[in-house]
């Protein structure tokens, strides 16, 4: 089995010391909705061996209180202090998968204020939805994904047996670490990857009323 561990990376001037950030004004997490099991709803692509959900998202240390107060004084927000991956921080997440097995990977970003990449090391990731429509099954080597966006890909775990790297950078700064790097400084790889996102118009369309 393959073992897939989630790492991220800031820009080398932050900071990680998750035992002093304040708690969140708010709490985020994800709902699954399935289909009936009298009424199955047809999907463009084949069931996954496994499904997995991301959310990740910057972090501040300063409480919400604070930087509510920043913001109604006229300032931007400060450079987050870390990512949150699923609430924790640096390898805080393992996935373990079969070899030759296709899984499942919904990411959401839930921060406030940065744009994240996400590549998984050695391995393509396959759209299949954005924002809970269905789109043109294109692959790219990692994803850039905006504040408040969340995407669907699938992921084939087709090489050697070890552990790969999963990676949430943020976007358009300048990191460092042992992990691979995503383009994080490349805006044109990001507008080209947004206009490759098509609809899938021939999916999902009008079903009867299971009432």
């Not at 990512?83 to 990411?107: D, E, H, P, S």
């Amino acid at each position: 089995m393959t073992g897939w561990s989630l790492w991220h990376k800031l820009s080398d001037h932050a900071q990680e010391e998750l035992h002093l950030y304040s708690s969140a004004a708010v709490a985020f997490g994800s709902f699954r909705i399935w289909s009936r099991a009298h009424i199955q709803i047809p999907v463009p692509f084949p069931p996954s061996a496994g499904d997995f959900t991301i959310l990740a998202g910057d972090w501040f240390k300063l409480g919400h209180r604070r930087l509510r107060r920043v913001l109604e004084n006229g300032h931007n927000l400060p450079f987050p202090d870390c990512l949150l991956i699923n609430g924790r921080g640096w390898n805080g997440n393992t996935f373990t998968v079969n070899q030759g097995k296709t899984y499942g990977f919904r990411i959401s970003n839930v921060g406030l204020a940065a744009s994240i990449n996400f590549i998984i090391q050695g391995h393509s990731l396959k759209l299949v939805e954005v924002e809970g429509s269905h789109t043109l099954q294109n692959t790219y080597s990692s994803l850039d994904i905006h504040i408040g966006q969340s995407y669907s890909v699938l992921v084939t775990a087709n090489q050697s047996v070890k552990d790969y790297y999963a990676v949430v950078s943020t976007l358009f700064t300048r990191v460092s670490g042992p992990a691979p790097l995503g383009p994080t400084l490349d805006f044109t790889s990001s507008v080209f990857q947004a206009r490759t996102i098509r609809w899938n118009l021939t999916a999902s369309g009008p079903r009867p009323n299971p009432q």
